[in-house]
């Protein structure tokens, strides 16, 4: 359906554009034209029908794209024409996110999910940004290079201000000492009251997304230092860097899976032993500790015994289980296995396999010192309370939920491909389609906006910057507005992760790519608001991002406000102040 649908619609264009804005005579006896009965040699004439508002050269000719490409010289019409050409920019963007997630089904993340899926997902934009200056002369790549900034500027800021504060609105849940409760939206729009809850890695996701910013800044320099030397060099110098920072960074999304594993395997080792610390405290007969602060051997020696099922005076692995599974500890999503075999390593100092009294004694005191340690105001409390112990069970208990945990019981977990081998021809298909779709349409895509902007007298810096990015990013932005909306942590951690992860491509992949056409072609480097309202919007959100892991509702009000405080901003300062 959508294939016969596409047919369609860039057939129905090709002979509306053709009829509306130039007709095709066989009048070829008369060489000198008036330039009304004849047309362009007697070969073209206009229509004046919709062609009042454009402004062309004198025989009204206007250049097809490829030399078949439907074109037009009104405004009406070369606003049909971004319609259409933005219609399949989009589905290329679409094509490319559903082959994505095929390959990510069969490969899993690392490489697939750290490197392929942001490349691929900032194609489109890279594309468009490539075309608007390579065609024609420099003087002529100029003029069109500010559609490709737009686009940059644009994409970045809509992912970061609109999208951004209405996943916050949809994924929205009831808030409970600063955590947002799953599933759980009996608030309605309580401006504090109700909101969204990240895990560590997306604040760390945010982080860097504000770090990206620093090529921007690196071009920028001489223009700050109000110096024209040394712009050519400056752009080579951020070139480097943002391709140096690229590399890095995907580099980093490689490996961050294994990190998150390993450091949240850490963080559930940390909850089972305050957790069993907690029992102990709460089933002992008298203090853990004596009035000394030194561990209680006769209390303790009770809780082994309790442990020692079979009185042998040793712990074995499996009575250590029944200790672990006695604990309850579903919550967490834990490898009961792996959980005796750590606390295994914690008390075993002989290394025998079992664990005899003096053993489980240095093992406690070890937990209870580390419980002690805890950043707490309790811990400076009377030590016989051992109020420690609770707080130190809430701290590993909330580490463990800001660090996430991957197997959250999501639909979209243990899923196992049917057929691997059709899935990736499918998934293959679908990249090849999206590729040759967004490479074949950018061109065209990047002409009607010039020609647009060119009939309007509207700015076409603020065409692309408004009109290109629903376009190449609608995809990922209804995905992630979807993926919000199941209200839990989980998938609001993935849903911004993948909002900062995409500026983050947009500050490096895009911005490289325009900085190498900038320097190759001999462009110059003149986007001193467009790059200031680039690294306001992100490092207000990145450094808000980063400094927390819960937002409000009332937090979605900043990112929408920002939104019209860029357009704001780039018109006062260049057609007000006179910065371009």
């Keep these: 359906m959508a294939h016969n649908l596409l047919i369609l ?18 009048t070829t006896t008369n060489s000198s034209t008036d330039g009304v009965h004849d047309g362009y040699g007697g070969v073209f004439r206009r229509n004046p029908l919709l ?12 250049d097809q794209t490829y030399g078949f490409m439907p074109c037009t010289t009104s405004v009406i019409g070369n606003l049909f024409l971004i319609l259409v050409y933005g219609y399949l920019m989009f589905l290329a963007a679409t094509y490319l996110s559903a082959g994505s997630e095929l390959l990510l089904e069969i490969l899993g993340p690392g490489i697939v999910g750290g490197l392929f899926l942001p490349v691929l997902g900032a194609l489109p934009d890279a594309l468009l940004i ?4 390579l065609s024609g002369s420099p003087e002529t790549a100029q003029d069109q290079v500010s559609v490709g900034m737009g686009l940059l500027a644009g994409s970045t800021v809509m992912l970061l201000t609109v999208i951004w504060g209405t996943c916050i609105i949809v994924g929205k849940c009831d808030l409970q000492n600063s955590i947002a409760l799953d599933n759980q939206d009996t608030k309605g729009f309580s401006l504090s009251g109700s909101g969204v809850s990240t895990d560590i890695w997306t604040s760390y996701s945010a982080m860097i997304m504000a770090a990206s910013v620093l090529p921007f800044l690196v071009v920028q320099f001489p223009q700050i230092l109000h110096s024209t030397s040394g712009r050519h060099l400056s752009v080579l110098i951020g070139l480097i860097i943002s391709i140096s920072l690229l590399i890095a960074y995907c580099i980093y999304q490689v490996y961050q899976p294994k990190i998150q594993k390993r450091r949240l395997a850490f963080a559930k080792h940390k909850h089972v032993r305050s957790r069993i610390l907690r029992y102990m405290k709460a089933n002992a007969f008298g203090g853990l500790l004596d009035d000394q602060g030194r561990p209680n051997r006769e209390v303790l020696y009770k809780l082994f015994n309790s442990v020692d099922v079979d009185g042998d005076q040793h712990l074995s692995r499996s009575e250590l289980q029944a200790l672990v599974v006695g604990m309850q500890l579903n919550d967490i999503n834990l490898n009961e296995d792996d959980a005796v075999l750590k606390l295994m390593r914690d008390f075993d100092t002989s290394g025998d396999d079992e664990v005899d009294f003096e053993e489980f004694v240095i093992g406690i005191s070890q937990w209870l010192e580390e419980a002690r340690s805890t950043k707490t105001d309790s811990a400076t409390s009377d030590p016989d309370t051992m109020k420690y112990i609770h707080d130190y069970y809430e701290e590993t208990k909330r580490e463990h939920y800001l660090l996430g945990d991957e197997g959250g019981g999501d639909d ?3 899923h196992i ?7 990736t021809i499918k998934a293959g298909l679908f990249l090849l389609l999206g590729t040759i779709i967004a490479a074949v349409f950018a061109d065209p895509l990047v002409d009607a906006v010039g020609d647009f902007s060119a009939a309007t007298s509207i700015p076409s810096f603020f065409i692309s910057f408004i009109v290109l990015p629903l376009a190449t990013n609608s995809s990922e932005s209804v995905s992630a507005i979807i993926f ?6 989980r998938s609001a951690s993935l849903t911004f992760s993948e909002l900062y992860g995409a500026a983050t491509m947009n500050n ?3 911005l490289s790519v325009f900085l190498a056409l900038v320097y190759m072609r001999g462009l110059t480097w003149d986007f001193t608001s467009e790059v200031l309202v680039i690294v306001i919007v992100c490092i207000v959100m990145g450094i808000f991002g980063s400094l927390r892991t819960t ?5 979605s009000f900043i990112a929408f406000v920002l939104y019209p405080f860029s357009l704001i901003l780039v018109y006062v300062l260049d057609y007000i102040l006179g910065w371009s």
């Design 9 to 26: 619609i860039t057939v129905f264009t090709s002979i509306t554009i053709s009829a509306t804005g130039r007709l095709i005579t066989t």
């Design 412 to 414: 979209d977990e243990g």
């Design 484 to 489: 919000a909306s199941r209200k839990k942590q």
């Design 508 to 510: 490096l992949l895009c």
């Design 51 to 62: 062609s009042l508002s454009k402004s062309t050269d004198e025989s009204g000719f206007c």
């Design 417 to 423: 491909v049917d057929d691997p081998r059709w899935t």
């Design 551 to 555: 937002f409000p509702l009332w937090t």
């Design 130 to 133: 490539l075309v608007s200056g």
